[in-house]
């Protein structure tokens, strides 16, 4: 399926640029998620660290 439109009057169209708030809103929703994933892996590699004293 072809990402260009007809318009009004029949031309030929570009779909429309996405808005800067959606762009804004994916990037912010990439950082939470790489920074909740920093945060789980630095707790496990904290626990595998201090495994041997646990146990």
């Given at each position: 399926?072809?990402?260009?439109?007809?318009?009004?009057?029949?031309?030929?169209?570009?779909?429309?640029?996405?808005?800067?708030r959606h762009q804004a809103k994916d990037a912010?929703?990439?950082?939470?998620?790489?920074?909740?994933?920093?945060?789980?892996?630095?707790?496990?590699?904290?626990?595998?660290?201090?495994?041997?004293?646990?146990?």
């Amino acid at each position: 399926m072809s990402s260009i439109q007809l318009g009004q009057l029949g031309q030929l169209s570009q779909p429309a640029a996405r808005r800067v708030r959606h762009q804004a809103k994916d990037a912010l929703a990439l950082m939470a998620f790489s920074a909740a994933m920093s945060v789980c892996l630095a707790a496990v590699l904290m626990f595998l660290a201090n495994l041997p004293t646990l146990g």
